[in-house]
Each structure stands twice: as C-alpha cells, then as structure tokens.
Nanobody, 125 residues
Framework: QVRLVESGGGSVQSGGSLRLSCAAS????????MAWFRQAPGKGREGIAY???????NYANDVKGRFTVSQDNAKNTLFLEMNNLKPEDTAKYYC???????????????????WGQGTQVTVSS
C-alpha cells in the first residue's frame, strides 16, 4: 500500500524559506516519478515541481528559480526547498507519485496515481 506523508509546512513571512518533505512507503522508491502540487483556496490543484526516475526536474514558471525539488532514494523521501516565498505561494502543498505517462505527455493532477494528505504553507506580507 503506497503511503505519502508530507511535513515541513508552516507560517513564514514574505521572503522566508521552508523545506517540505514527503516520506514515501509501500513501493520501491525511485521507480515512480514524483511531484509537488499545491492548491490555494478556491483554486484548482496545480503542479509546481516534478522529478522523474532519472532525476530530471521541471518547474512551473512562477516557482522557477525559487523552488528546488530533490529526493533521497536511500531515505525514501522527496523534498521541496522553497526560498523567497511570496504571499501568493500560500496554499496546501501535496506530494504525488506515479505518473505512468511521464511529464512530457501528462503533467496535471489527474496524471498521478498516489497522493499525500498535504501540508499547509502560509506566507504573510
């Protein structure tokens, strides 16, 4: 049974930093592509950072240069380093796993089979 558990969210001021973690279990880590999504109140779930099984990464334009996705296969953990946070980054952040079609073919939330429960990030101005 695949399980994804996010942690590291919190409240920070504009310009601050946070590091999110996603602890994965129930599958051989490194065999699924992974991603971070976020969802703000009243908005859809948007993909912001992706990493495939080869370690290739992709980012949404509004986080590029500020956020970095990485993973530690030995610790079965996905990370999202977030710097220079802005109030518009306020959202619930979700870890996702297993996109059989791959980022180039499919990058929406419907492309991923497994999800965590999310962790809240709040950025104040």
């Amino acid at each position: 049974q695949v399980r994804l558990v996010e942690s590291g969210g919190g409240s920070v001021q504009s310009g601050g930093s946070l590091r999110l973690s996603c602890a994965a279990s129930g599958f051989t880590y490194g065999t699924y592509s992974m991603a971070w999504f976020r969802q703000a109140p009243g908005k859809g779930r948007e993909g912001i950072a992706y990493i495939d099984t080869a370690g290739n990464t992709n980012y949404a334009n509004d986080v590029k240069g500020r956020f970095t996705v990485s993973q530690d296969n030995a610790k079965n953990t996905l990370f999202l380093e977030m710097n220079n946070l802005k109030p518009e980054d306020t959202a619930k952040y979700y870890c996702a796993a297993d996109n059989p079609l791959g980022y180039d073919s499919c990058s929406g939330s419907w492309c991923f089979n497994f999800w965590g429960q999310g962790t809240q990030v709040t950025v104040s101005s």
